[in-house]
Every structure is written in C-alpha cells, then in structure tokens.
C-alpha cells in the first residue's frame, strides 16, 4: 500500500523546514510505504526563470542550497552532495532555457533522498522525467508502476513539476505542478493516502493572507475544490483534483508547520453543499471573486454596498457566484464577504429573568421581545424572556414562554431559588423591585454563574461592607453585577465616572442633580403661583415621587444616589458621612402623614421668600448631591443651593438630571445632563446593560 506525500516550496525551503518534512515522511512510512514527492525550495523556480530568460543566476540560490546541506549532513556524505549540487548547477547552466527551471525540484529532492538513506531507510530517487510523459497518461501510469514494482524501497523520492515529452526531452507540468505530480503517482499506484502538504491549515474559506478571520473548511467535494483552486485559490492546483477524483482517493491538504492542526479532506461528498469558500483571480485589469458553491447575489451586494463597494459586474457561473471588481478594492471586498458569508456567528441564547412588575419591570418586559432582533444582530446575544416575578408570584419557562403573571400561579417557593436552579450559567437576574433585601440573595446568584442588573438602588446603598462584598462575590464568580439606572435613569453617570476611575483619573468633585421629583417642583415653581405643597402633591399623584414624598423632600433618595456615585469613584462613603439638608425643615417631616401636606402649605411663605430672595440676586434654587476632595479624604452634603446662570444646573428642565465631574487629569469638567426618568428609558438603559 502506498502513501503519496508532496511538500511545497516554503515546506522545504531550509534546513530547519526539511527536517519537519522529514519527520512526517518517517512517521508516514511507518504505515506503508512512501512516495515523498517534493517542490523546489520556495523562490527557486522563480529565480530559474529569471535565468532562463535570460537573466543571471540568482547567487543566493546556491548559498541556500550549500547552507541545507551543511545543516543537514556532515563528513564524507556533506561532502558528496555538495559535489553533486555542484554537478547540478554546472549541468543548469549549461542546459537549453526551456529546461533550466527543472532545476529547483533535482535540487532539493537529492537533497531529501540522501538523508533518508543516510538515516537508513531503503530509499529510491524516481526520475520523474522519465515515468511522467506529458499528455500521455495510461503510459506514465504503467511506467511509474513498472518502476516502483522493480525496487523494494521504502521511500521513494520524486521530484515534482517535472516530466518528460513524447519526444524524449523535458518539461514542466505548469506553476504549481507539484501537486498534479503527486496526484498521477498517487493514481497510478491506486494509493491509499495522498497528502499535499503545505503551509496553511488545508484549504480555507478565503485567502488567510488577504482574510485574516479565514477559517479551514474541513471537507468539501472534489468540484468544490476544483472550483476554488480554478478561481485562484493557490493552495492546490487545479488539475491535480481530476487523477485522484478518478482513481476515488481523498486529497488531504495539510500544514507542515501544524500536522496536528487544520487540515482539508477533498472526497466525494453526497447532498447539498453550498456556499464553500471565497477565491479570487486577477482578469486582466480587474479582479473576479468567485463565491464557490454560489450565495445570494442581493446578499452579496448588500455585504459589498455597507463596504462602499459597487461591483462592476455579477453573474452566476456553475452554481458560483462571480463578481468583477476594480483591483484597489479587492481585499476590503474579500473582507466584507466573508464578514457577511462566513463569520456570523451562531446566536448566543441569553435568558433573562425579571422580577419586579412595576412600570419598569413591564416595560423590560415590552422590550425584550420587540427588540431581541435587532440586539442579536448588533450583538451575537439573543436575549429572550425566560421568568418573571411580583412579590405575589413567578412564571419561568426557559423556553421563551413564561407568558404573563396574571395567569401564574401564585408560589409561596422564592422565585431566586428556582431561577438559581434552573437557569444555565450565563443567564442574567433583573431587579426591578423596590425591596430592601433582594440584594442579600445576589450572591447565591452569582454562585450560579449568574449575572445581576439591578435598577433598585437599596441594594447598593446599603452599607459599604455589604456593597464591597457584592462587587467581590459578582467578581469571583466571574459574572457582571450591574446598575447603571440606578442613578440617573438612563443617562451613563455610573459609566462615566468609573472610565475615569479606571483609567486612574482622580476625580476631584463630582456634583449631581439626581433628583427628578425635586428638579421637577423647583424649576416649576414660581413665588406666588402654585404653591410648593400643591405642586408636590401632584408629583406625587402622578407616580413621580417615591411612594412617601417625604423620601425625596428629606434628600433620602438623593443620599442613595450620592453613595452609589461616590463609591463607583472609589470613595467608601456611608450615609453618616453626608451632610443632608432637607428641603424643608426636619420639624415637617416627624409629624404623622396626615398632617404633612397642611404643614407644608403653612410653610410657603418661608418657602417663597427663600425662592425670591435666590431669584433677586440671579440665582436659580436647585436641590444638590455634591461630594469634593478635602485633605485626604472627600466631604459630601445634599441640600438646595443657589446656581448661577453659568451653572450646568441652572438650565435644567422639569425631571432633567445632571451631573457634573471634575478630575485631575481634565481642566474642563465633565458634564452630562438629560432626562432622568422614564420607565422605557430605565427599561432601554437596563437593556443596554444586560448586553454590555
Ligand atoms: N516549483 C514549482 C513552482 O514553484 C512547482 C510547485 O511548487 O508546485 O511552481
Ligand atoms: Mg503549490
């Protein structure tokens, strides 16, 4: 049984690569035996068509074949080929032209049939001139046979690219006819294996010079490879496909440089193959791409049109897609195909649980679905509804149908248990809610390989111990805890300020408006006009306070924010270290609600000369988290303050949140300010986390 192995040029092109090629061979050779068939040394033959042409011999030539040899031999046997090459290159240039790129391929196959013997193996330098008679297969077939069945050989080493003529003189099979040379012997000896060995990982999706994302193709028909190699997939010449598709035997195209790695097994292949690879071939002035195995034309278009590209012509030939382009765009184009053909990735199935169905939870929930394609295009994640959960009950269904609550049963078993056990790792927990004590159970979570987005700020203004255990408990676990909505809604505050942090920034102040409840009433209200209390009350009334006014009038809500602010900026801040002003005094707030709304009413005088007395001087009254370096450490305080027309603050509209940073390394601060609230808007910004 024969195995037929052909190296090509760089395979062989010094010392160091021969000796890869010779442990392949030797570990070939254990399983029958072998017809080691070779290339010249890469850039010999175009440096002996330079000379046939008239040009002079490359000197570098010789000095690379002498530096194999005394790399690769020593003593009696260094010196014999060296005698021999010597021979060889007198012989070269005293050959006819036609004849004299024949050359490379004697070169560099003594060299390889010498080390073998000397290492031991019974070893035979086939003539190839004289088996492979151009254009007359049936005789080259019985003379290569008659030849081997002549020696008992192990390894026979022949020289490829070259043949003889009917006429008795020699030739060459064409650039690149290595390849043919070992599949006539492979066919004629009905071989059992035929390998062509070379320096890429098989025969791949696209020229990996050109696309550097392109990937092997494992197997593909013998047309397939036909078709590659005939619209300019250098990696295998075309018409080495026809002697093996004919004898049945596989042509498996390796990588020298990577046995173990990726390789290609062309074999007969039954049922639908499709879209196989991306070949291209310059055509006179222009440049063809040819999409083997055929796509979509509009696909294609589309693909080259994002790119800016327009192809000067389409059509389709033998199931191939063709397209004619101008040569300066051929590799952005290549590249945009096989963006679009071959690098989609498949979707990654995220499920996301939400609990908490309040108006954010529900928008989530809205969002989700209406946006999952879009998100999946952007992002290669398919986010996809898999549970939710009041505080009454809990739907899961991981596959996708969770439904809605109302027509869940209620559980009295916690809707965090069952997700921990059924969801896979990678899943993403949702906390919409405005509990207090949630956050206790992120942990088991995490632990789970799960990763938490929470848009309730209690879980993260609790003590810093607490928080810092969270952030390391999500980090150990390998999984994202993240809040962006926490503050400021949608706006990316969180983000920014640990950019800055994280790129070892200092942040100096940072002052915030996070209060959208309070920005509302203040820059509605105008002394004399509704009064202060009325104008709270429908805040309240439409959902925009929290469910007690008095957590945002007594600063609460903005003490929350600040401590998540401070501590993405790295600050260890705790509730006791602000400084918190209410907006009306504290003697308002400790009586029982109901007496709350007449006591505010009674104060609006207070209320509007303070307002008035700001307005006179040109000052505008806006409620500010405000924490600043002091020695050391930071000082914090919240409460109303007086802003000046060249204040970012002062402009602020209606529930608008800004949030002004200044650090070491920036002379401007940073300001960003936009609308701070909204139910789709958290939902959106929720979103963006879960994707991030
Ligand atoms: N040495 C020849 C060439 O460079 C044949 C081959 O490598 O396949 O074209
Ligand atoms: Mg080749």
């Known amino acids: 049984m024969y195995r037929v192995l052909k190296f090509g040029g760089s395979s062989v092109g010094s010392a160091t690569n021969m000796s890869r090629v010779l442990d392949i061979v030797e570990q070939e050779a254990q399983k029958g035996r072998v017809v080691l068939v070779s290339s010249a040394i890469s850039g010999c033959t175009d440096a002996l068509e330079a000379l046939a042409a008239g040009g002079a011999l490359d000197p570098s030539l010789r000095r690379r074949h002498e530096e194999i040899v005394r790399r690769l031999f020593t003593g009696a046997e260094r010196t014999s080929l060296l005698e021999q090459l010597d021979a060889l290159f007198g012989e070269l240039l005293r050959a006819p032209a036609e004849e004299k790129p024949t050359y490379g391929e004697l070169f560099s196959t003594h060299i390889l049939e010498a080390k073998l013997r000397s290492e031991g193996y019974r070893t035979l330098w086939l003539d190839a001139r004289k088996l492979l008679i151009k254009g007359d297969i049936p005789l080259s077939y019985s003379n290569i046979r008659d030849a081997v069945a002549a020696s008992d050989a192990e390894i026979f080493v022949v020289p490829g690219f070259i043949c003889g003529t009917p006429e008795g003189g020699v030739t060459t099979l064409g650039r690149g006819g290595s390849d043919y040379s070992a599949a006539l012997f492979a066919a004629a000896l009905e071989a059992e294996s035929l390998q062509i060995w070379t320096d890429v990982p098989g025969i791949m999706t696209a020229n990996p010079r050109q696309v550097r994302r392109a990937r092997t193709i494992p197997a593909m028909s013998y047309g397939a490879a036909l078709q590659m190699a005939s619209h300019g997939a250098k990696v295998l010449y075309a018409p080495t496909v026809a002697p093996a598709m004919a004898a049945g035997i596989a042509i498996e195209i390796r990588n020298t440089f990577d046995p173990a790695g990726g390789k290609t097994v062309i074999g007969a292949m039954t049922g639908q193959e499709g879209l196989v690879g991306i070949a291209s071939a310059t055509k006179g002035d222009q440049v063809e791409v040819c999409l083997v195995g055929g796509a979509s034309a509009e696909e294609a278009a589309r693909a080259l049109a994002a790119a800016g590209i327009a192809p000067l012509r389409s059509r389709v030939e033998e199931g191939n897609l063709l397209l004619t382009l101008r040569p300066a765009v051929e590799i952005p184009a290549l590249k945009a195909l096989h963006r679009a053909f071959f690098e989609s990735m498949p979707l990654q199935r995220v499920p996301v649980f939400v609990a908490g169905y309040g108006a954010v939870g529900k928008a989530l929930v809205q969002l989700i679905p209406e946006s999952s394609a879009t998100v999946a295009e ?242 505008r009254r806006r409620f500010v988290a405000y924490l600043e370096k002091d020695g050391d450490g930071f000082r914090s305080s919240i409460g109303l303050r007086n802003v000046s027309p060249v204040h970012p603050a002062y402009h602020l509209q209606g529930t608008e949140n800004a949030i002004i940073i200044r650090s070491a390394f920036h002379p401007y601060p940073l300001v960003i300010q936009g609308p701070g609230e909204g139910a789709r808007e958290a939902a959106s910004s929720i979103l963006n986390d879960l994707i991030r």
Do not use: W
């Not at 990316?492 to 640990?498: A, D, Y």
């Open 378 to 619: 952007r992002t290669g994640k398919q986010l996809f509804l898999a549970g939710i959960a009041d505080s009454k009950r809990y739907s899961i269904d991981l596959g996708g149908h969770c439904g809605s609550l109302a027509d869940a049963p209620a559980h009295a078993d916690d809707f965090i248990q069952a997700v921990c056990s059924l969801a896979p790792k990678g899943a993403v927990f949702v906390d919409c809610t405005d509990s207090e004590t949630l956050y206790q159970r992120f942990p088991e979570l995490f632990a789970a390989g799960i990763h938490v987005v929470t848009s309730n700020r209690r879980s993260l203004a609790v003590p810093y111990v607490q928080y810092a255990a969270l952030k390391a408990a999500a980090r150990e676990n390998g999984v994202h805890f993240r809040y962006e909505t926490t503050v400021g809604a949608a706006l990316p505050f969180l983000e920014s300020i640990s950019r800055e942090t994280n790129s070892c920034d200092e942040i100096d102040s940072i002052e915030a408006v996070v209060s959208c409840t309070l920005n509302q009433i203040l820059s509605t209200y105008r002394p004399g006009g509704e009064s202060f209390a009325t104008l709270v009350r429908r805040a309240q009334e439409e959902g925009l306070t929290e469910r007690d006014p008095r957590i945002d009038l007594g600063g609460r809500d903005a003490l929350r924010k600040l401590m998540i602010l401070a501590r993405e900026a790295g600050v260890r801040l705790e509730e006791g270290d602000v400084a918190v002003e209410p907006v009306i005094p504290a003697a308002i707030f400790e009586r029982p609600f109901e007496e709350f709304y007449p006591a505010l009413e009674a104060y609006e005088p207070v209320f509007a000369r303070q307002m008035r007395a700001a307005e006179a001087q040109g000052f």
